[in-house]
């Protein structure tokens, strides 16, 4: 490769073209036609003598050399445009960048739509956006830079990645109103243990059922056999309770969140949940950006605003 005539323009396209796994996705993610991608990649595939993305399906995987490249590239163009857009000081409705960041429907549902209204607020100019946490592996999501903040519970990383707690969680029972297991009970009766014994549970598993914290859980206590329905998205394990007479098992603030409009009841678990920590995980090279303080410190304190915490008090044994 001639360095002195290598278009860096090109280097933005390798990283849409990672982010967005489409010819067309990344065009439009840049301004840019898809024949204008496609060039650049054919330009870029024989700059570095490798295919760096092939198709699988209907998307466009990187290769293990174009693996290799994504982070070394990412902090070079994230240290360009820090050093020519100079730091935040004050001015944040100035401010043009886009934060992306990684979590469970939880977020998209919970607090994403209130964090767009809080920063269109203030920096009108800052574009955001949440990948589901199927998208792969937390660690390498960071330091390959498709993600600038995971919102995460314990997710397996080293020391390149720094992070803060937010918020704690507990797992509830809920079922709908009308469910023949609470026909037998007041509405201030507390469920002892037999009764999950002898209901159909539904629980968030990315991976139909093989691990998640509620699968882990109900596993540890004896109670694995009782798992009827293993979904991947926190929203459609309420459906399943709301439809049916499965039981779901929801972290205390989602089943809150959909218990009026699903027509949901909501019961404390009869035998101790684990109490779940969710907290923000970045990069290290993000530790004094400027930009990236001041988004995680409205992250913070939405979550403080939502209340969040105070309810995984309420249901903690």
């Known amino acids: 490769m001639n360095f002195a005539q290598f278009d860096l323009n090109l280097l933005r396209v390798f990283l849409a073209l990672d982010c967005e796994r489409s010819v067309s996705r990344a065009g439009k993610r840049l301004g840019l036609s898809q024949p204008a991608v496609s060039a650049a990649l054919n330009r870029l595939r024989y700059a570095f003598g490798d295919q760096l993305y092939v198709r699988e399906g209907r998307e466009m995987l990187p290769t293990r050399r174009a ?28 401010m043009k960048r886009s934060f992306s960041l990684l979590g469970a429907d939880f977020f998209s549902m919970l607090f994403m739509p209130a964090l767009a209204a809080r920063i269109a607020s203030e920096a009108p100019n800052v574009r955001l956006r949440l990948f589901d946490s199927a998208r792969g592996d937390v660690e390498r999501l960071l330091v390959d830079g498709v993600v600038d903040l995971a919102l995460e519970h314990a997710p ?32 201030d009766e507390a469920l002892v243990r037999d009764d999950l014994t002898h209901l159909d549970l539904a629980v968030y598993s990315l991976d139909g059922g093989e691990s998640g914290c509620a699968v882990e859980f109900l596993h540890a206590e004896g109670l694995g056999e ?11 394990t309420g459906l399943s309770a709301a439809g049916s007479d499965h039981a779901a098992l929801l972290p205390c603030q989602f089943a809150e969140a959909l218990a009026e409009p699903l027509g949901l009841a909501i019961r404390r678990l009869p035998i101790p949940a684990p109490r779940l920590t969710l907290g923000m995980y970045w990069h290290t090279r993000h530790d004094e950006d400027r930009q990236h303080v001041w988004f995680r410190r409205h992250v913070r304190d939405l979550v403080a605003d939502l209340g969040f915490q105070a309810c995984a008090d309420r249901y903690a044994f």
Not at 67 to 94: C, F, N, Q, Y
Not at 163 to 186: C, E, G, I, K, T
């Open 67 to 94: 693996r290799k490249l994504l982070g070394p590239i990412s902090d070079a163009l994230a240290t360009l445009e820090h050093g020519l857009s100079g730091e935040l000081t004050g001015a944040p409705d100035l």
């Open 156 to 187: 397996r990383v080293n020391g390149v990645i720094s992070s803060q707690p937010l918020f704690d969680s507990v797992f509830v029972l809920v079922m709908r109103r009308d469910h023949p297991l609470l026909a037998q009970r007041s509405p």
């Open 226 to 236: 009782n798992i009827a329905l293993a979904l991947p998205h926190f929203y459609a």
